[in-house]
Protein backbone atom coordinates (compact mmCIF):
# COMPACT_ATOMS: atom_id res chain seq x y z
CA UNK A 1 0.00 0.00 0.00
CA UNK A 2 1.72 3.27 -1.14
CA UNK A 3 1.77 6.60 1.25
CA UNK A 4 -0.46 9.17 0.14
CA UNK A 5 2.16 11.35 -1.56
CA UNK A 6 3.17 8.47 -3.84
CA UNK A 7 -0.70 8.10 -4.97
CA UNK A 8 -0.81 11.64 -5.81
CA UNK A 9 1.73 10.79 -8.28
CA UNK A 10 1.10 7.53 -9.48
CA UNK A 11 -2.47 6.49 -9.03
CA UNK A 12 -4.58 6.32 -12.25
CA UNK A 13 -2.47 5.58 -14.98
CA UNK A 14 -0.38 2.59 -15.48
CA UNK A 15 0.98 2.77 -18.94
CA UNK A 16 1.61 -0.95 -21.15
CA UNK A 17 4.97 -0.94 -23.06
CA UNK A 18 5.49 1.48 -25.09
CA UNK A 19 3.03 3.73 -24.34
CA UNK A 20 3.32 7.44 -23.17
CA UNK A 21 4.97 7.67 -19.56
CA UNK A 22 2.30 10.88 -18.88
CA UNK A 23 -1.35 10.25 -18.83
CA UNK A 24 -2.47 11.14 -22.51
CA UNK A 25 -5.41 13.62 -23.88
CA UNK A 26 -7.70 11.68 -25.15
CA UNK A 27 -9.41 14.89 -26.81
CA UNK A 28 -12.11 13.27 -29.10
CA UNK A 29 -15.37 13.19 -28.56
CA UNK A 30 -16.21 9.90 -29.85
CA UNK A 31 -15.00 6.09 -30.06
CA UNK A 32 -14.66 3.55 -32.90
CA UNK A 33 -15.97 0.29 -32.56
CA UNK A 34 -15.51 -3.08 -34.45
CA UNK A 35 -19.12 -4.67 -34.63
CA UNK A 36 -22.54 -2.91 -33.83
CA UNK A 37 -23.26 -5.92 -30.97
CA UNK A 38 -20.04 -3.94 -29.06
CA UNK A 39 -21.75 -0.61 -29.75
CA UNK A 40 -25.08 -2.49 -28.33
CA UNK A 41 -23.39 -4.07 -25.29
CA UNK A 42 -21.89 -0.38 -24.18
CA UNK A 43 -25.51 1.21 -24.19
CA UNK A 44 -26.82 -2.14 -22.30
CA UNK A 45 -24.12 -1.73 -19.32
CA UNK A 46 -23.10 -5.04 -20.29
CA UNK A 47 -19.49 -4.08 -21.09
CA UNK A 48 -16.81 -1.71 -19.79
CA UNK A 49 -16.22 0.74 -22.31
CA UNK A 50 -16.61 4.42 -23.57
CA UNK A 51 -19.48 5.32 -24.88
CA UNK A 52 -19.38 8.81 -25.63
CA UNK A 53 -17.10 12.04 -23.70
CA UNK A 54 -20.38 13.25 -22.33
CA UNK A 55 -20.84 10.25 -20.02
CA UNK A 56 -16.49 9.46 -19.78
CA UNK A 57 -13.57 9.19 -20.82
CA UNK A 58 -10.21 7.66 -21.10
CA UNK A 59 -8.36 10.49 -19.54
CA UNK A 60 -11.26 11.34 -17.15
CA UNK A 61 -11.30 7.76 -16.21
CA UNK A 62 -7.61 7.85 -14.69
CA UNK A 63 -8.14 10.79 -12.94
CA UNK A 64 -11.45 9.19 -11.81
CA UNK A 65 -9.41 6.64 -10.42
CA UNK A 66 -6.75 8.69 -8.81
CA UNK A 67 -9.15 11.09 -7.15
CA UNK A 68 -11.10 7.70 -5.77
CA UNK A 69 -7.80 5.99 -4.31
CA UNK A 70 -6.58 9.09 -2.47
CA UNK A 71 -9.81 9.23 -0.63
CA UNK A 72 -9.85 5.74 -0.40
CA UNK A 73 -13.18 5.09 -2.07
CA UNK A 74 -14.89 2.68 -4.20
CA UNK A 75 -15.24 4.98 -7.26
CA UNK A 76 -15.04 8.39 -8.49
CA UNK A 77 -16.84 10.90 -11.39
CA UNK A 78 -15.13 14.43 -12.32
CA UNK A 79 -17.68 16.58 -13.55
CA UNK A 80 -17.60 19.80 -15.20
CA UNK A 81 -17.29 21.82 -11.82
CA UNK A 82 -17.87 21.61 -8.05
CA UNK A 83 -21.19 22.82 -8.10
CA UNK A 84 -21.94 20.53 -10.29
CA UNK A 85 -20.09 17.55 -8.49
CA UNK A 86 -23.06 18.86 -5.85
CA UNK A 87 -25.78 18.62 -7.47
CA UNK A 88 -25.63 15.27 -8.80
CA UNK A 89 -24.88 13.40 -5.15
CA UNK A 90 -28.00 15.44 -4.25
CA UNK A 91 -30.46 14.57 -7.14
CA UNK A 92 -28.80 11.23 -7.54
CA UNK A 93 -30.90 10.40 -3.90
CA UNK A 94 -33.36 13.10 -4.26
CA UNK A 95 -36.34 14.37 -6.02
CA UNK A 96 -39.75 16.05 -5.63
CA UNK A 97 -41.05 15.91 -2.29
CA UNK A 98 -38.09 14.81 -0.60
CA UNK A 99 -35.74 16.72 1.90
CA UNK A 100 -32.09 17.55 2.71
CA UNK A 101 -30.57 18.43 5.25
CA UNK A 102 -27.40 20.57 5.75
CA UNK A 103 -25.22 22.20 7.88
CA UNK A 104 -25.78 25.60 8.99
CA UNK A 105 -21.81 26.46 7.99
CA UNK A 106 -21.69 26.36 3.74
CA UNK A 107 -20.27 27.72 1.08
CA UNK A 108 -22.42 30.74 -0.66
CA UNK A 109 -22.90 28.85 -4.21
CA UNK A 110 -23.84 25.81 -1.84
CA UNK A 111 -26.20 27.96 -0.01
CA UNK A 112 -27.85 29.08 -3.14
CA UNK A 113 -27.96 25.79 -5.15
CA UNK A 114 -30.28 24.14 -2.19
CA UNK A 115 -32.21 27.15 -1.20
CA UNK A 116 -32.96 28.46 -4.57
CA UNK A 117 -32.43 25.84 -7.54
CA UNK A 118 -32.98 22.37 -5.39
CA UNK A 119 -36.26 24.06 -4.36
CA UNK A 120 -37.56 24.79 -7.47
CA UNK A 121 -37.10 21.04 -8.09
CA UNK A 122 -39.47 20.31 -5.28
CA UNK A 123 -36.75 19.24 -2.72
CA UNK A 124 -36.39 20.80 0.82
CA UNK A 125 -33.78 21.65 2.15
CA UNK A 126 -33.46 23.04 5.68
CA UNK A 127 -30.24 23.65 7.88
CA UNK A 128 -28.90 22.49 10.99
CA UNK A 129 -29.95 24.64 13.94
CA UNK A 130 -27.05 24.66 16.28
CA UNK A 131 -28.47 23.06 19.94
CA UNK A 132 -31.05 20.70 18.48
CA UNK A 133 -29.75 16.66 18.28
CA UNK A 134 -29.35 15.68 14.57
CA UNK A 135 -31.48 13.14 14.67
CA UNK A 136 -34.59 15.19 15.94
CA UNK A 137 -34.08 17.68 12.47
CA UNK A 138 -34.18 14.61 10.47
CA UNK A 139 -37.71 13.63 8.62
CA UNK A 140 -39.08 10.26 7.23
CA UNK A 141 -38.27 11.66 3.65
CA UNK A 142 -34.81 12.52 4.32
CA UNK A 143 -32.88 11.56 1.70
CA UNK A 144 -29.09 12.62 2.64
CA UNK A 145 -26.96 14.98 5.20
CA UNK A 146 -24.79 17.32 3.57
CA UNK A 147 -21.79 19.56 5.26
CA UNK A 148 -18.46 20.51 4.93
CA UNK A 149 -15.24 19.35 6.44
CA UNK A 150 -13.95 22.49 7.15
CA UNK A 151 -16.29 25.27 6.21
CA UNK A 152 -16.02 27.71 3.37
CA UNK A 153 -15.59 30.62 4.85
CA UNK A 154 -15.67 30.31 8.68
CA UNK A 155 -12.93 27.64 8.50
CA UNK A 156 -14.68 25.20 11.43
CA UNK A 157 -14.24 21.50 11.37
CA UNK A 158 -16.77 19.49 10.93
CA UNK A 159 -17.71 17.38 14.24
CA UNK A 160 -17.94 14.12 12.30
CA UNK A 161 -18.89 11.46 14.95
CA UNK A 162 -22.35 13.20 15.60
CA UNK A 163 -23.29 13.42 11.65
CA UNK A 164 -22.09 10.20 10.78
CA UNK A 165 -24.03 8.49 14.13
CA UNK A 166 -27.06 10.94 13.28
CA UNK A 167 -27.26 9.52 9.33
CA UNK A 168 -26.47 5.67 10.25
CA UNK A 169 -29.13 5.83 12.60
CA UNK A 170 -31.83 7.56 9.85
CA UNK A 171 -30.58 4.99 7.25
CA UNK A 172 -29.17 7.68 5.15
CA UNK A 173 -25.75 8.96 3.13
CA UNK A 174 -23.88 11.12 5.11
CA UNK A 175 -22.18 13.37 2.57
CA UNK A 176 -19.27 15.39 3.05
CA UNK A 177 -17.40 18.01 0.71
CA UNK A 178 -13.63 17.77 1.21
CA UNK A 179 -12.44 20.57 -0.90
CA UNK A 180 -10.32 22.39 1.76
CA UNK A 181 -8.76 19.94 3.23
CA UNK A 182 -8.69 17.44 0.36
CA UNK A 183 -7.83 13.57 1.31
CA UNK A 184 -4.17 14.58 1.95
CA UNK A 185 -5.52 16.42 5.25
CA UNK A 186 -9.01 14.37 6.01
CA UNK A 187 -10.03 11.31 4.67
CA UNK A 188 -14.02 11.66 5.95
CA UNK A 189 -14.78 8.00 4.90
CA UNK A 190 -12.46 6.31 7.89
CA UNK A 191 -14.68 9.04 10.03
CA UNK A 192 -17.91 7.88 8.74
CA UNK A 193 -18.80 9.58 5.65
CA UNK A 194 -20.47 7.87 2.53
CA UNK A 195 -20.22 9.82 -0.21
CA UNK A 196 -17.29 12.79 -1.09
CA UNK A 197 -17.55 15.71 -3.25
CA UNK A 198 -14.63 17.94 -4.35
CA UNK A 199 -14.47 21.30 -6.08
CA UNK A 200 -11.40 20.35 -8.02
CA UNK A 201 -11.22 23.84 -9.17
CA UNK A 202 -9.07 24.41 -5.73
CA UNK A 203 -6.17 22.39 -4.19
CA UNK A 204 -6.81 19.65 -6.71
CA UNK A 205 -5.96 21.62 -9.57
CA UNK A 206 -3.66 24.19 -7.44
CA UNK A 207 -3.35 26.52 -10.34
CA UNK A 208 -6.46 28.18 -11.13
CA UNK A 209 -6.10 26.95 -14.36
CA UNK A 210 -9.41 24.43 -14.53
CA UNK A 211 -12.77 23.90 -13.26
CA UNK A 212 -13.65 20.80 -12.35
CA UNK A 213 -15.66 18.76 -9.41
CA UNK A 214 -16.10 15.09 -8.34
CA UNK A 215 -17.72 13.03 -6.67
CA UNK A 216 -16.64 9.37 -4.40
CA UNK A 217 -18.28 6.74 -3.55
CA UNK A 218 -17.31 4.75 -0.04
CA UNK A 219 -18.85 1.49 -1.65
CA UNK A 220 -20.06 0.40 1.78
CA UNK A 221 -23.87 2.07 2.38
CA UNK A 222 -26.44 -0.06 2.12
CA UNK A 223 -28.87 1.46 -0.47
CA UNK A 224 -30.95 -1.47 -0.39
CA UNK A 225 -32.86 -0.16 3.04
CA UNK A 226 -35.84 0.73 1.14
CA UNK A 227 -35.26 4.78 0.86
CA UNK A 228 -33.55 3.98 -2.37
CA UNK A 229 -35.69 2.73 -4.80
CA UNK A 230 -34.10 4.98 -7.78
CA UNK A 231 -30.98 2.77 -6.90
CA UNK A 232 -32.08 -0.19 -6.41
CA UNK A 233 -35.49 -1.05 -8.37
CA UNK A 234 -35.05 -1.36 -12.70
CA UNK A 235 -34.12 1.75 -14.47
CA UNK A 236 -36.67 1.82 -17.55
CA UNK A 237 -33.87 4.36 -19.38
CA UNK A 238 -31.69 1.55 -19.58
CA UNK A 239 -33.63 -2.04 -20.34
CA UNK A 240 -34.33 -2.23 -16.75
CA UNK A 241 -30.54 -2.16 -15.42
CA UNK A 242 -30.77 -2.67 -11.45
CA UNK A 243 -27.86 -0.87 -9.60
CA UNK A 244 -27.48 -2.25 -6.59
CA UNK A 245 -27.96 -5.38 -7.96
CA UNK A 246 -25.46 -5.42 -11.40
CA UNK A 247 -23.10 -3.08 -10.00
CA UNK A 248 -22.63 -3.46 -6.12
CA UNK A 249 -19.15 -2.52 -6.06
CA UNK A 250 -20.23 1.18 -7.02
CA UNK A 251 -24.29 1.52 -7.14
CA UNK A 252 -24.01 5.21 -6.42
CA UNK A 253 -21.31 6.58 -8.99
CA UNK A 254 -22.82 4.38 -11.79
CA UNK A 255 -26.00 5.52 -11.37
CA UNK A 256 -24.67 9.20 -11.26
CA UNK A 257 -23.00 8.48 -14.49
CA UNK A 258 -25.33 6.44 -17.00
CA UNK A 259 -28.03 8.35 -15.73
CA UNK A 260 -27.63 12.04 -14.44
CA UNK A 261 -24.56 12.29 -16.07
CA UNK A 262 -26.11 11.55 -19.40
CA UNK A 263 -28.97 13.13 -19.21
CA UNK A 264 -27.29 16.79 -17.81
CA UNK A 265 -24.18 16.64 -19.85
CA UNK A 266 -22.11 18.28 -17.01
CA UNK A 267 -19.25 16.01 -17.76
CA UNK A 268 -15.15 17.62 -17.77
CA UNK A 269 -13.32 18.01 -20.52
CA UNK A 270 -10.56 15.77 -21.37
CA UNK A 271 -7.94 18.56 -21.44
CA UNK A 272 -9.70 19.75 -17.76
CA UNK A 273 -9.02 16.11 -16.80
CA UNK A 274 -5.17 16.56 -18.16
CA UNK A 275 -4.80 19.71 -16.05
CA UNK A 276 -6.23 17.88 -13.07
CA UNK A 277 -4.67 15.59 -13.02
CA UNK A 278 -1.06 17.94 -13.32
CA UNK A 279 -1.79 19.61 -9.90
CA UNK A 280 -2.75 16.42 -8.39
CA UNK A 281 0.34 15.13 -8.93
CA UNK A 282 2.07 18.03 -6.66
CA UNK A 283 -0.96 17.94 -3.90
CA UNK A 284 0.57 16.87 -1.00
CA UNK A 285 3.74 18.30 -1.08
CA UNK A 286 1.60 21.79 -1.74
CA UNK A 287 -1.16 20.85 1.05
CA UNK A 288 2.17 21.41 3.29
CA UNK A 289 3.45 24.69 2.56
CA UNK A 290 -0.41 25.81 2.28
CA UNK A 291 -0.60 24.91 5.98
CA UNK A 292 2.74 25.64 7.18
CA UNK A 293 2.34 29.68 5.26
CA UNK A 294 -1.24 29.59 7.00
CA UNK A 295 -0.22 29.06 10.26
CA UNK A 296 2.53 31.42 10.13
CA UNK A 297 0.15 34.46 8.97
CA UNK A 298 -2.36 33.41 11.49
CA UNK A 299 -0.07 33.34 14.26
CA UNK A 300 1.30 37.01 12.85
CA UNK A 301 -2.35 38.34 13.02
CA UNK A 302 -3.67 37.21 16.16
CA UNK A 303 -0.82 39.46 17.79
CA UNK A 304 -1.96 42.69 15.63
CA UNK A 305 -3.79 45.24 17.69
CA UNK A 306 -5.83 45.81 14.59
CA UNK A 307 -7.14 43.06 14.14
CA UNK A 308 -10.33 41.73 16.13
CA UNK A 309 -10.34 38.18 15.46
CA UNK A 310 -8.62 35.21 13.33
CA UNK A 311 -10.31 32.07 12.89
CA UNK A 312 -7.66 29.10 11.95
CA UNK A 313 -8.35 25.65 13.40
CA UNK A 314 -4.17 25.30 13.38
CA UNK A 315 -3.87 27.69 16.32
CA UNK A 316 -4.09 26.07 19.56
CA UNK A 317 -6.29 28.50 21.26
CA UNK A 318 -9.00 28.09 17.85
CA UNK A 319 -12.34 26.91 18.77
CA UNK A 320 -11.54 24.41 16.23
CA UNK A 321 -8.36 22.97 17.29
CA UNK A 322 -9.41 19.80 18.93
CA UNK A 323 -11.44 19.08 16.34
CA UNK A 324 -8.70 19.54 13.89
CA UNK A 325 -6.35 17.67 16.12
CA UNK A 326 -9.05 14.62 15.96
CA UNK A 327 -10.17 14.47 12.07
CA UNK A 328 -6.78 16.28 10.63
CA UNK A 329 -3.68 14.87 9.74
CA UNK A 330 -1.30 16.38 12.01
CA UNK A 331 -3.99 18.91 13.04
CA UNK A 332 -3.63 20.50 9.75
CA UNK A 333 -6.50 21.69 7.83
CA UNK A 334 -5.73 23.92 4.82
CA UNK A 335 -3.79 27.12 3.33
CA UNK A 336 -7.72 29.32 4.10
CA UNK A 337 -7.79 31.52 7.35
CA UNK A 338 -10.76 33.69 8.18
CA UNK A 339 -9.92 37.36 10.59
CA UNK A 340 -11.78 40.19 11.53
CA UNK A 341 -10.18 43.54 10.88
CA UNK A 342 -11.03 46.67 13.84
CA UNK A 343 -13.64 49.13 12.05
CA UNK A 344 -15.99 46.64 10.00
CA UNK A 345 -16.07 47.01 6.55
CA UNK A 346 -14.24 50.11 5.77
CA UNK A 347 -11.46 48.90 7.29
CA UNK A 348 -11.42 45.57 5.59
CA UNK A 349 -11.82 46.97 2.31
CA UNK A 350 -8.77 49.46 2.78
CA UNK A 351 -6.68 46.46 4.31
CA UNK A 352 -7.83 44.61 1.15
CA UNK A 353 -6.49 48.02 -1.30
CA UNK A 354 -3.59 48.35 0.58
CA UNK A 355 -2.35 44.75 -0.30
CA UNK A 356 0.60 43.92 -2.74
CA UNK A 357 1.57 40.65 -3.19
CA UNK A 358 -2.00 39.42 -2.51
CA UNK A 359 -4.75 39.89 -4.66
CA UNK A 360 -8.17 40.24 -4.60
CA UNK A 361 -10.05 37.50 -6.74
CA UNK A 362 -13.14 35.33 -6.81
CA UNK A 363 -11.38 32.06 -5.87
CA UNK A 364 -9.66 30.54 -3.31
CA UNK A 365 -7.65 27.44 -2.39
CA UNK A 366 -4.67 28.06 -4.87
CA UNK A 367 -0.60 28.48 -5.02
CA UNK A 368 -1.23 32.08 -4.81
CA UNK A 369 -2.44 34.28 -1.87
CA UNK A 370 -5.25 35.90 -2.44
CA UNK A 371 -7.98 37.69 0.16
CA UNK A 372 -11.78 38.53 -1.07
CA UNK A 373 -14.56 39.84 1.76
CA UNK A 374 -17.22 37.47 1.59
CA UNK A 375 -20.02 39.74 2.97
CA UNK A 376 -20.21 40.84 -0.39
CA UNK A 377 -19.10 38.52 -2.82
CA UNK A 378 -19.49 34.52 -2.50
CA UNK A 379 -21.65 35.22 0.44
CA UNK A 380 -23.99 38.13 -1.48
CA UNK A 381 -26.73 36.80 -2.37
CA UNK A 382 -27.40 35.98 2.11
CA UNK A 383 -29.83 37.97 3.62
CA UNK A 384 -28.43 39.83 6.38
CA UNK A 385 -29.87 36.93 9.25
CA UNK A 386 -27.99 34.55 6.73
CA UNK A 387 -24.68 35.96 7.06
CA UNK A 388 -25.22 36.51 10.65
CA UNK A 389 -26.17 33.20 11.38
CA UNK A 390 -23.22 31.75 9.12
CA UNK A 391 -20.44 33.75 11.43
CA UNK A 392 -19.99 36.04 8.53
CA UNK A 393 -19.66 39.67 9.04
CA UNK A 394 -19.12 43.08 7.75
CA UNK A 395 -15.05 42.72 9.22
CA UNK A 396 -14.36 39.61 7.81
CA UNK A 397 -11.67 39.07 5.22
CA UNK A 398 -10.69 35.57 4.22
CA UNK A 399 -7.14 34.97 3.23
CA UNK A 400 -6.08 32.12 1.09
CA UNK A 401 -2.04 31.78 2.04
CA UNK A 402 0.00 30.49 -1.39
CA UNK A 403 3.23 28.76 -1.43
CA UNK A 404 5.07 31.74 -1.25
CA UNK A 405 7.65 32.29 1.11
CA UNK A 406 6.22 32.92 4.59
CA UNK A 407 7.95 36.01 5.09
CA UNK A 408 7.00 37.52 2.21
CA UNK A 409 3.28 37.29 3.06
CA UNK A 410 3.99 38.03 6.56
CA UNK A 411 5.31 41.47 4.79
CA UNK A 412 2.70 42.40 2.77
CA UNK A 413 -0.21 42.12 5.20
CA UNK A 414 2.11 44.06 7.66
CA UNK A 415 2.52 46.84 5.09
CA UNK A 416 -1.23 47.11 4.55
CA UNK A 417 -1.91 47.44 8.00
CA UNK A 418 0.63 49.49 8.38
CA UNK A 419 -1.68 52.22 6.08
Same mark, same amino acid.
Not at 137 to 157: C, G, H, M, W, Y
Not at 276 to 298: I, S
Given at each position: ????????????????????????????????????????????????????????N??????????????????????????????????N????????????????????????T???????V??????V?????????????????????????????????????????????????????????????????H???????G?????????????????????????????????????C???????????A??? #???D?G? @??? *????????? =? $? !? &????????????A #??????? @??? *????????? =? $? !? &???????????????????????????????????????????????????????L??????????????????????????????????????????Q?LR?
Amino acid at each position: MFKIDTKCVQSGYEPDNGEARVLPIYQSTTFKYDTAETVGDLFDLKVPGHMYTRISNPTAECVEKKISDLEGGAAAILTSSGQAAVMLAILNVAGTGDHILVSDKLYGGTVNLFFVTMKRMGIEVTQVVPGVPLGKQIRTNTKALFAESVSNPQVDVLDFDAYAAAAKQAGIPFIVDNTFPTPVNCRPFEFGADIIVHSASKYMDGHACVVSGAVVESGKFDWQNGKFPGLCSPDPSYHGVNYCRDFAGAPFVTKARVQ #LMRDLGV @SPQ *PIAAFLLNL =G $L !E &TLALRMERHCQNA #LAAAKYL @SAH *PKIEWVKYP =G $L !E &TDTAYPAAQKYMKDGQTCGVLAFGVRGGRSAAAKLMNGLKLAKIVVHVADNRTSVLHPATSTHRQLTDAQLKAAGIGPEMIRLSVGIEHPDDIVADLEQALRQ
